[in-house]
T-cell receptor
């Protein structure tokens, strides 16, 4: 089983739609969780950290479910500019400083 | 402007040649990392460094070498021993060890192609 698993997509949605991505992780000792965004042929950029109580940043909402070992990202009112690959990232700190990256879920928003 | 710079943007390697990828940061971060990204795969860690003059192997260190002589610089050498070097190479940095301090920030990357 992969350490971090994501549905590769692509998710094709119209502008204004709500879309949700899930990500599962295998190590129950995982401590920190993130969503990164990567545009085509560019570097990943931090979108948001994921906190135990869930957190929201504008149109983006992240949730963590430790019991089921998954995190989710909800995007409301999708914009064309949201088209990108979304990477789920997990850290096992304090056991390691390494981040484990999922392979990403591709989102394509169309007019 | 604070950030991470990588050079060159594109690099071509001939068979049997060693090449060095540059990574510089002015964020005053202690930790620096090198990743490799191949199509359809997640980022894989090559080497990382928590402090000057110290570094550790990541998951795919074979065929690569690094140095960390200065806090702001972490160059990666792709040696001739790396048989499949064509990939997108990403350098990252973070403040350092500790919960919520490990958020990593990436440079723009270097694309390495083999001639």
């Amino acid at each position: 089983r992969k350490e971090v698993e994501q549905d590769p997509g692509p998710f094709n949605v119209p502008e204004g739609a709500t879309v949700a991505f899930n990500c599962t992780y295998s190590n129950s000792a995982s401590q920190s969780f993130f969503w990164y965004r990567q545009d085509c042929r560019k570097e990943p950029k931090l979108l948001m950290s994921v906190y135990s109580s869930g957190n929201e940043d504008g149109r983006f909402t992240a949730q963590l479910n430790r019991a089921s070992q998954y995190i989710s990202l909800l995007i409301r009112d999708s914009k064309l500019s949201d088209s990108a690959t979304y990477l789920c990232v997990v850290n096992l700190f304090p056991n390691t400083d390494k981040l484990i990256f999922g392979t990403g879920t591709r989102l394509q928003v169309f007019p | 402007d604070g950030g991470i710079t990588q050079s060159p943007k594109y690099l071509f390697r001939k068979e049997g040649q060693n090449v060095t990828l540059s990574c510089e940061q002015n964020l005053n971060h202690d930790a620096m990392y090198w990743y490799r990204q191949d199509p359809g795969q997640g980022l894989r860690l090559i080497y990382y460094s928590q402090i000057v003059n110290d570094f550790q192997k990541g998951d795919i260190a074979e065929g690569y070498s690094v140095s960390r002589e200065k806090k702001e610089s972490f160059p990666l050498t792709v040696t001739s021993a790396q048989k499949n070097p064509t990939a997108f190479y990403l350098c990252a940095s973070s403040i350092g060890r500790g919960p919520y301090q490990e958020t990593q920030y990436f440079g723009p990357g270097t694309r390495l192609l083999v001639l």
